[in-house]
């Protein structure tokens, strides 16, 4: 059973930094493919903020060009997302996915709030 566990979010002011992590364990085949954050809002659906491939290209949101920047460690199962100059609208639960072998998995979540 792949896991998939996010870490990282909190509390942060305007302007402020967080650095959200995801690992991938119990899996006994290659790394993900690929892997993205997305970030959901209450009655709102699941939107992707940035996504790294396998050949360590990555795709970003318009809101999240400039500010967040997204990565992965050289095994290829853990990858970070460095989020910058934080906005209000920035605010949700942010969930990792992790492709393998055609499958999405989903960790649980992990919330950032971005208030003064």
């Known amino acids: 059973q792949v896991e998939v566990v996010e870490s990282g979010g909190g509390l942060v002011q305007p302007g402020g930094s967080l650095r959200l992590s995801c690992a991938v364990s119990r899996t006994i085949y290659s790394p993900p493919t690929v892997m993205g954050w997305y970030r959901q809002t209450p009655g709102d659906q699941r939107e992707l903020v940035a996504a790294?491939?396998?050949?360590?290209?990555?795709e970003y949101s318009d809101s999240a060009k400039g500010r967040f920047s997204i990565s992965r460690d050289n095994a290829g199962n853990t990858m970070y997302l460095q989020m910058n100059n934080l906005r209000p609208e920035d605010s949700g639960v942010y969930y990792c996915?992790?492709?393998?072998?055609?499958?999405?998995?989903w960790g649980q979540g992990t919330q950032v709030s971005v208030s003064s």
């Open positions: 790294v491939f396998g050949g360590r290209n990555t």
């Open positions: 996915s992790a492709q393998i072998r055609g499958h999405k998995y």
